[in-house]
């Protein structure tokens, strides 16, 4: 006699995986979608240069609302990667992983206050300012840049990095998923953190930030999106 109990379980763990699976294609894009329209200064090392950007762009709150839901959206994807892989030796890194994924989500809501919304006010304070007051404004607007930068920093490392790499790695070492997948996102997950160590220490950079963070997480959120398509295909076959 099978359990009713047991079968309901099962039933509500694929509705959450396909939940997850559609909440990751959708953010995926989203994420997508801001991230290539976001405005980035072609002299970001620059700090003044960054705050003129923020300050004169009309998209700037609007883009990091997106990026916000988007980001919102690809952390019940990754738990629904980690119910997906609920044994085997893929099973421990998918929880780690998870834990990091909530500790990211957190990272990130705060980021996307600070420097979506908080910045734009301050950088735009300072582009209004009056001349007298134009250096006391520019030393605030500066202190808000540094402050971005750092949170920012410690997001790719732990979202884009670390996350990723044990997602990886719990992929890689599960039979649920095509293993060279896992391997993709350890790969790219390790590069993100070495990305974002880099930029902790010297700052924002056309190379560190414009081209390779751009790029590396661009390439993890077709990644989430790809286990987004595999998870739902898998769940609808399983119904």
């Known amino acids: 006699m099978s359990d009713p109990i047991s079968g309901q379980d099962t039933s509500v763990n694929r509705a959450l995986i396909r939940i997850g699976a559609m909440c990751g294609i959708i ?28 300050a004169q762009s009309n998209i700037w709150v609007t883009d990091h609302l997106l990026l916000l839901l988007g980001g919102l959206l690809l952390l019940p994807a990754l738990l629904a990667i980690q119910r997906s892989i609920p044994t085997g030796p893929g099973a421990t890194w998918a929880s780690l992983g998870a834990v990091l994924a909530v500790v990211s989500t957190s990272l990130w809501v705060v980021l996307m206050a600070l420097d ?5 006010v301050v950088h735009a304070a ?37 996350t990723f790499s044990l997602f990886g790695l719990a992929v890689a070492r599960s039979d649920g998923f095509p293993q060279w997948l896992g391997w993709v996102a350890v790969v790219l997950g390790f590069a993100s953190f070495i990305d974002g160590t880099v930029q902790a220490y010297t700052g924002l950079s056309v190379l560190v930030t414009n081209v390779l963070f751009a790029s590396f997480s661009s390439l993890l959120t077709v990644w989430i999106f790809i286990m987004g398509v595999l998870m739902w295909r898998k769940q609808r076959h399983a119904s």
């Open 27 to 54: 953010g995926a894009v989203l994420f997508m979608v801001a991230n290539i329209v976001h405005p980035r200064s072609p002299n970001i090392q620059i700090t003044v240069n960054q705050i003129e950007t923020v």
């Open 116 to 120: 979506g919304i908080t910045s734009k």
């Open 126 to 162: 300072w582009a209004s300012a009056p001349e007298a007051e134009k250096a006391i404004a520019l030393r605030v607007a500066e202190a808000m840049e540094e402050i971005d930068v750092g949170l920012f920093s410690v997001y790719i490392i732990v979202f884009f990095g670390l």
